[in-house]
């Protein structure tokens, strides 16, 4: 049986990737007949440990017990960070619209307008995200950038930028 003292837990939203947030969103819609198996799921998330359902059934729950950041909403921020790092990348996000580049533009309102939800974020922040040392879209493979935000850029952080920047289309241009 897994010791509880062994396991590592995310403690807050800072610490959830949008990957994972959006691997929790998908678990909301699980059948609530199955509430245990929910939970199992969500810690697996949390802690990163496929086998967290070795743990004994009261070990289980002072764990889930633990998980309160979950009952909360995710935090804003009123600005972005001007920087972000991943383990691949370190990002510059400028923020201000009006100074995106007209590539950018066209390319985030098309990516607002093709998305289906949440799904979608770590596409339409690539936009903002640009990899320091490189200008947007040009020598960088804008798939590996979508996919090192979706795993690196945790939820909050990811939030923040996208309503600072869905506010400021909404204004500025």
Same mark, same amino acid.
């Given at each position: 049986m897994k010791e509880n003292k062994d396991i590592k837990l995310k403690n807050s939203w800072h610490e959830i990737t949008i990957s994972e947030f959006l691997q929790l969103i998908q678990l909301q819609e699980v059948n609530d007949d199955f509430q245990l198996a929910r939970e199992v799921e969500i810690m697996k998330i949390l802690t990163g440990d496929p086998n967290i359902d070795d743990l004994s059934l009261p070990e289980f729950k002072q764990l889930m017990n633990k998980v309160t950041f979950m009952n909360q909403p995710i935090p804003e921020t009123i600005h972005p960070p001007k920087s972000y790092d991943t383990p691949k990348f370190k990002y510059i996000i400028?923020?201000? =619209?009006?100074? =995106?580049?007209t590539a950018q533009y @066209?390319?985030?309102? /098309?990516? +607002?307008?093709?998305s289906e939800g949440l799904e979608d974020l770590s596409k339409i922040l690539s936009v903002f995200f640009i990899p320091k040392g490189f200008e947007y879209g040009e020598g960088y493979d804008i798939e590996e950038v979508i996919e090192d @935000?979706? /795993? /690196? +850029?945790? @939820? +909050?952080t990811a939030s923040s930028v996208a309503s600072f920047f869905e506010l400021q289309s909404q204004t500025c241009i």
């Open positions: 400028k923020p201000d =619209l009006t100074k =995106l580049t @066209i390319d985030y309102t /098309n990516y +607002v307008k093709k @935000i979706e /795993n /690196n +850029v945790d @939820i +909050v």
